[in-house]
């Protein structure tokens, strides 16, 4: 062989060296591939389909949700509800994807937005329960939990405050006067003098080197990016990566194993997770990358792996009523968590919001809600012994209030839903996986 033809050789081999490192999967630093298609453990879950309530019995409750999604324009709609621990309703409707004609059933895997902020409470409160960590702990400072050299240069001295109880109860300081930190990326990246993406670092480095906005433990304000924070400290706490170790600990026992954390491109969906859409006066952006000058917000232009323990969760609704269940304290379904992370976390304290849920109201009703382009889900938890998730994959032109109105319609079908046969459908079925249409 020649030195010219060599030299050829040895370039070819470095090449493909560096396009396999390209397409390695470090979110880090922005870099996505898409997830191997899986055969789930989770049977149970994947074997629940819309023929499951297609009988007679289910047509006038079938009727109503159908006029509802076709009234607010919705691509695709789940729904699961049950009652005292059972599964006694669980349908699709509209499409997952609609383009390739395929219709929605329980099956499929939504993003669930800020509902995600339920399931980072709950990993925060195993922590705790486990003596890994107190809600007290400060997380800023030398003496904090997230004491890494890169978050030690903040601005303002009251950082040092910020205990996990704050980041919890969206009390650590921060409110959206400027924008949503966890949406800004093109800011914070100007800021820091680098490229696009930035990564969840970067953008805790950029809000620490502004001052708080209040005290922290003072008040609440909603904060993504304290819930974000949180991620980190789960991380370094539990010494394994925050989706890992939110599958293996809480979701993996309930044997649920159809919930990640989402990708950002159309094309990176999961197995059987559906299309995104949006209203068709949706404004494009530039992509959370900088690779794309005009996508949709939904797919590409938000950056919702980043968001993670703030909002970057998918799960199946039948798979979200059984997590909800789990930690609703009620002895019809066991729970995941103690009796006392239940009361911390249903805990309502003036001026400050709960941990994790979005409210717990005076009746008992706990209510956990999500909003984001391409996105809407509700998680209701009712003290007469129902629940309910209703998540659908288009963002209506109500934005985050849609999930008011559609709370209000489930209180209005209240009578219809107490009709449903208490069938428990948390049963194994006969049905292949090799049988069930991907939606992706």
Not at 154 to 174: A, P, Q
Not at 328 to 342: A, E, L, R
Request: with cysteine; net charge positive; aromatic share 12%.
């Amino acid at each position: 062989m020649s030195r010219k033809v060599k030299v050829i050789s040895l370039w070819v081999v470095a090449l493909i060296v560096v396009l396999l490192l390209a397409f390695h999967n470090d979110n880090s630093k922005g870099v996505e591939v898409k997830p191997k298609r899986k055969s789930y453990k989770a049977v149970e879950t994947l074997s629940i389909t819309n023929s499951f309530t297609d009988g007679k019995e289910y047509e006038g409750i079938n009727k109503k949700f159908n006029v509802f999604v076709q009234k607010w324009e919705l691509t695709g709609a789940d729904v699961a509800i049950a009652k005292d621990g059972k599964l006694i309703y669980a349908h699709g409707f509209g499409y997952a994807n609609k383009e390739e004609n395929i219709t929605t059933e329980p099956y499929n895997l939504f993003r669930i937005a800020s509902v995600s902020k339920l399931i980072t409470a709950t990993a925060i409160m195993k922590l705790v329960e486990d003596g890994k960590l107190g809600l007290n702990q400060k997380v800023f400072g030398e003496k904090g939990i997230l004491n890494d050299t890169i978050f030690l240069h903040y601005k303002d001295k009251r950082v040092e405050d910020i205990t996990v109880k704050n980041l919890l109860n969206h009390s650590g300081g921060w409110t959206p006067r400027w924008g949503d930190h966890m949406f800004i990326p093109e800011t914070i990246a100007k800021e820091l003098n680098k490229p696009l993406p930035v990564n969840l670092q970067d953008i805790i480095k950029f809000a620490l080197s502004k001052k708080l906005h209040f005290q922290p433990g003072s008040r609440s304000s909603y904060s993504n990016l304290g819930y974000a924070i949180l991620q980190l400290v789960i991380e370094k706490v539990s010494g394994k990566r925050y989706e890992n170790y939110v599958q293996e600990t809480i979701f993996h026992p309930m044997n649920i194993f159809d919930a990640h954390l989402a990708f950002n491109w159309d094309s990176l969906r999961y197995p059987y997770e559906v299309r995104y859409y949006e209203v068709k006066e949706a404004e494009k952006i530039e992509s959370y990358d900088g690779t794309r000058s005009s996508v949709n917000k939904c797919r590409g232009g938000n950056d919702i792996r980043t968001l993670g323990a703030a909002g970057g969760w998918v799960i199946s609704p039948v798979s979200l009523l059984r997590f909800t269940m789990a930690i609703d304290g009620k002895n019809d379904f066991p729970d995941i968590i103690s009796k006392q992370s239940v009361a911390q976390m249903v805990h309502v304290e003036k001026n400050f919001q709960p941990c994790g849920w979005r409210w717990v109201m005076s009746s008992g009703k706990l209510w956990r809600s999500g909003s984001f382009p391409g996105t809407s889900a509700l998680a209701v938890v009712r003290s007469d012994g129902y629940s309910y998730v209703f998540i659908t994959n288009k963002s209506p032109w109500k934005g985050a209030r849609f999930p008011y109105i559609v709370d209000r319609f489930f209180d209005r079908i209240q009578g219809d839903i107490k009709k449903l046969p208490q069938t428990d459908m948390f049963v194994k079925s006969t049905v292949k996986l090799s049988n069930i249409k991907s939606a992706s």
